[in-house]
């Protein structure tokens, strides 16, 4: 059983009463990739390897080796200590957890590229959050990563996750989709509804461009990464009031793919355009190289 799309996995789901997590298990069995045991091993490999990333990550100080990030982590934390937010406790861990983890990825520190590296801040952040602040089991945990990985795959059957080739909303941008559905089934969503957080993410990030300063995975992806997880959140809040993505999620992807073919290479990771080209780009580029 390979399911490529969506509207396949929605309605496998629906025809044998599963969860996604439960038919990719199946599916990995069946085809002889993964036993259930080793699918859900390497998935909780994966979310022990983001524990330690946010666990690292709120700790250090530490700048990147280029200099230009490193310490918003911590401002963010300290804010949070001595002020009031509109936030609640849980977006504060949330947008806190994926600047940490992004924070961790420039200093060269051990991170799960989810889908990318550059985009690793997103899924962990936003699942691993959600379960401190409700009470959600490891095991819970680990069927929503699996989740995650099957709306990443899917996607990937149409368009490239490298900013390189589709920019950030194939980086930041199916983050961002993968941690919404893999909330909405934390949260105790139905097929439908995961699927529709997925569309609502995809299609209100699309054109998103990769157009990193220096060439390096700092600016602006470490701020994107808090933004995106929000980002996330308010689909998943959306598709559990039964609010649909009048394009189906199988549209969204094709729109995608297709604005990943418009996309001026320019704004497609090769730091020749965009934010890469402002002056005071060009200015952190002379002192970076020099």
């Known amino acids: 059983m390979r399911v490529t799309t969506f509207q396949e996995l929605q309605d496998v789901c629906l025809k044998n009463n599963k969860k996604i997590y439960e ?22 490999q994966s979310l022990l390897a983001m524990q330690r990333a946010i666990k690292s990550g709120l700790k250090s100080k530490e700048p990147s080796i280029s200099g230009m990030s490193g310490g918003d982590c911590a401002k963010l934390q300290k804010h949070y200590r001595k002020n009031q937010s509109l936030f609640t406790p849980t977006l504060r861990k949330i947008m806190t957890y994926a600047l940490a983890t992004s924070e961790e990825n420039v200093r060269m520190g051990t991170i799960v ?24 089991s490891q095991d819970e945990l680990i069927n929503a990563l699996i989740t995650a990985g099957v709306i990443g795959k899917i996607v990937a059957q149409k368009l490239s996750l490298a900013g390189a080739v589709g920019g950030c909303q194939a980086e930041c941008g199916v983050a961002s989709a993968m941690a919404s559905g893999a909330l909405t089934q934390m949260r105790g969503g139905n097929v439908i509804q995961v699927i ?15 157009d990193p300063v220096c060439g390096l995975v700092e600016i602006p992806c470490i701020k994107r990464n808090a933004f995106l997880a929000i980002h996330a959140v308010t689909a998943s809040e959306l598709a559990m009031a039964d609010i649909v993505s009048v394009i ?17 290479p320019l704004l497609k990771e090769s730091a020749k355009g965009g934010l890469a080209k402002t002056k005071t780009a060009i200015e952190l580029e002379k002192g970076v190289n020099g």
């Open 23 to 44: 038919v990719m298990m199946s599916s990995e069995a069946e085809s002889g990739e993964n036993t259930e045991y080793h699918t859900r091993l390497q998935a909780t």
């Open 113 to 136: 590229a989810c889908p990318t590296a550059g985009s690793c801040g997103i899924v962990p952040s936003v699942i691993i959050s959600y379960a401190q602040d409700n009470k959600i």
């Open 196 to 210: 529709n957080s997925v569309g609502l993410a995809l299609k209100n990030i699309l054109g998103l461009t990769c």
């Open 248 to 264: 189906p999620t199988d549209e969204v992807v094709d729109a995608m793919a297709q604005t990943a073919q418009l996309m001026s």
